[in-house]
T-cell receptor, first 114, second 116 residues
């Protein structure tokens, strides 16, 4: 059973470009979470999704950031018009339904904005 | 709102000695508590969790954690530290509301440094 798969692992974008980060959850997992980690900092929650539904987006910046988890295919975190402050590691995690279940993390996507 | 505090930015311990990484939490309902470890440039690896039952939870790589409801703590422990345990450790809490799952809220992390 493959783990949570994220790609790309490393992404370089110029200021003003768009970044798309993809996440395939573990098999059988219907919940996806996105977190951001700035250098030498902890993990900040961004968004929590189920298939075709955003459950909690309280951590998403109001502008330029969006996320989806379609019925088919991976979850996508999209950052439009990137700025240098968007440079960070973005982690996706997944779990089955049910609060008792463990949330498993992917290896992360490192975004560098130049 | 749920929150987690890890009061120590760094913990230093000699190999072979016991280690403790502290964590306290705040939730309005029953907490589900987790510990994760992160090695440089890697994702988070799950170590253990407390859901219900025995207050002492055993996890991966010889780690264990003790849930203390009165002190709202969930300290991570290991009887004998290894150099390879050196990493960043995160405590997290997941609040439940009638069984409805919510996000994980993380502490700021504690860097464990184990030396020979």
């Amino acid at each position: 059973n493959a783990g949570v798969m994220q790609n790309p692992r490393h992404l370089v974008r110029r200021r003003g470009q768009e970044a798309r980060l993809r996440c395939s959850p573990m098999k059988g997992h219907s919940h996806v979470y996105w977190y951001r980690q700035l250098p030498e900092e902890g993990l900040k929650f961004m968004v929590y999704l189920q298939k075709e539904n955003i459950i909690d987006e309280s951590g998403m910046p109001k502008e330029r950031f969006s996320a989806e988890f379609p019925k088919e295919g991976p979850s996508i975190l999209r950052i439009q018009q990137v700025v240098r402050g968007d440079s960070a590691a973005y982690f996706c995690a997944s779990s089955p339904s049910g609060a008792r279940n463990t949330i498993y993390f992917g290896e992360g996507s490192w975004l560098t904005v130049v | 709102a749920q929150s987690v505090a890890q009061p120590e930015d760094q913990v230093n311990v000699a190999e072979g000695n016991p280690l403790t990484v502290k964590c306290t939490y705040s939730v309005s309902g029953n907490p589900y508590l987790f510990w994760y470890v992160q090695y440089p440039n890697r994702g988070l690896q799950f170590l253990l969790k407390y859901i219900t039952g025995d207050n002492l939870v055993k996890g991966s790589y010889g780690f264990e954690a003790e849930f203390n409801k009165s002190q709202t703590s969930f300290h991570l422990k290991k009887p004998s530290a290894l150099v390879s345990d050196s990493a960043l450790y995160f405590c997290a809490v997941r609040e439940t509301d009638g069984g409805t799952a919510s996000k994980l809220t993380f502490g700021t992390g504690t860097r464990l440094q184990v030396t020979l």
